[in-house]
């Protein structure tokens, strides 16, 4: 099983935007429910926002409404776009199966700042 591909990261200030992608080659991708997650220095990787096959959205509370979760079947492609950044926003954000599986990628790093 192939490793998903995060991008989209960078360097923006607070109250800024960033949309992520992930590409995800499993054959399973259709069926699957995606997730994003992050890893902020010296904290433990965390679940941000997931979305099911059918399209139903679920994000952890000091996301929400500021993130928003899609996905493209056709291109097995998941989105996170995320609005309103905030310095404590900064992390590591990686794409997986959810729950996860033990299939990570190398992530793609957000960084907020002034």
């Known amino acids: 099983q192939a490793q998903p591909v995060e991008s989209g990261g960078g360097l923006v200030l607070p109250g800024g935007s960033l949309r992520l992608s992930c590409a995800a080659s499993?054959?399973?991708?259709?069926?699957?429910?995606m997730g994003w997650y992050r890893q902020a220095p010296g904290k433990q990787r965390e679940f941000v926002a997931r979305i099911t096959t059918g399209g139903n959205t679920n994000y952890r509370d000091s996301v929400k409404g500021r993130f928003t979760i899609s996905r493209d079947n056709a291109e097995n492609t998941v989105y996170l776009q995320m609005n309103s950044l905030k310095p404590e926003d900064t992390a590591v954000y990686y794409c997986?199966?959810?729950?996860?599986?033990?299939?990570w990628g190398m992530g793609t790093q957000v960084t907020v700042s002034s």
């Open positions: 499993y054959s399973f991708f259709r069926v699957a429910t």
């Open positions: 997986n199966t959810f729950p996860n599986s033990r299939n």
